[in-house]
């Protein structure tokens, strides 16, 4: 730590806050695919943070939730709130962040927005037919059942995107359209500053 220390951060200059592309969708509709092939693709290093980095890395106490030593509905409002929290403070110090993210539950979209408020933010629609969710979500084992098309019925309700995509158009089709959104700096979704 002491030759980072020495390398910047304890300069006290500020440095220019990161921006962020923001993947909104249900549970298995392709975010992760689609956050891995912008990160490949855009000219920029872009962090990809999403809700299974932290459930996958060890960071929940995953095995006792399992076991039921603790209940993941006491759990969970706190670290939605640590996770949007997180998002803000590595964008504050200067990182570009793709983040993959389910607004499923009312109010944490305009949590979010307040959050992110300083931030350039890019926020995309990502779709799925409820076919394809379902068959994803059986697929992949890891997912409650039934998740995906919870979802699928609410994560999109009320929101304005700057782009939306289908996934199963399949990256060679999405990824050039987002690219080009994100490039052209026009930004009018829910994150969008208002005069």
Known sequence: MEGVERQGLSTGKKSTPGRIILLNG??????????????????????HLSIDHFRDSGVLPMARIARRDFRWSDLRGRFFAGFNATLAAC?????????????????????????????????????????????????????????????????????????????EAGVTVNIPKLLDGWRSGCRQSDFSPRP
């Open 91 to 167: 964008a504050e110090a200067g990182n570009d962040l793709i983040v993959e993210h389910i607004l499923e539950n009312e109010g944490w979209c305009e949590t979010l927005i307040e959050l992110l408020k300083p931030f350039n933010v890019y926020f995309i629609g990502v779709h799925c037919s409820l076919e394809e969710l379902t068959r994803r979500e059986v697929a992949r084992g890891d997912r409650l059942l039934g998740s995906a098309a919870r979802d699928f019925h609410s994560v999109h309700i009320g929101r304005c995107y700057d782009i939306e995509v289908q996934s």
């Open 26 to 47: 249900a549970s298995s509709s392709g975010k992760t695919v689609l956050a891995r092939a912008l990160q490949d693709r855009i000219e920029n290093p872009f962090w």
